[in-house]
C-alpha cells in the first residue's frame, strides 16, 4: 500500500477526534493519534487499525477532556434508536425503524 493509502484513513481518524474534543489542541489530537498507530507497527493484519486506533486515541482523550455530545457534533438523526443519515429517503428511514425479528436483536416469542 503507498504512504498516502496508508494515511487517509487516520487522517479522518485525526478530524473526527478533533471534532468530538473542540478543546484538545488538533496538534495534540494528531500526537495521540500517532502515537496509538504506532503501537500497531509491525501487525500482520492492517485492516482494522484505524478502528481500533480510533478507540484507544478516543480513550485517552476522554481522560483529557471532556467530549462534545453527538447530537451536538453530527447532523446524524436517532429515529426509534436508529442513526439515519439527513439525506435518506423518508421511506428508508420508515422501513430501517419497523424491522423487527430474532436476527435484528428481538428474543421475544
Known amino acids: 500500500m503507498s504512504a498516502n493509502a496508508d494515511h487517509s484513513p ?6 473526527r477526534l478533533t471534532e ?3 478543546s484538545v489542541p488538533p496538534d495534540r489530537v494528531a500526537a495521540i493519534v500517532d502515537e ?3 503501537r500497531f507497527d509491525g501487525a500482520k493484519v492492517t485492516e482494522f487499525v484505524p478502528v481500533l486506533v ?3 486515541a478516543h480513550e485517552v482523550l476522554r481522560r483529557e477532556a471532556t467530549p462534545v455530545p453527538l447530537s451536538e ?5 436517532i429515529v426509534a434508536g436508529h442513526a439515519v443519515e439527513p439525506d435518506l429517503d ?9 424491522q423487527t425479528g430474532l436476527l435484528l436483536g428481538e428474543l421475544d416469542n
Open 73 to 77: 457534533q453530527s447532523a446524524t438523526a
Open 10 to 15: 487516520i487522517d479522518a481518524v485525526v478530524q
Open 54 to 56: 480510533e478507540h484507544e
Open 20 to 22: 468530538r474534543f473542540p
Open 36 to 38: 496509538e498507530l504506532h
Open 90 to 98: 423518508p421511506l428508508e428511514v420508515e422501513r430501517r425503524t419497523e
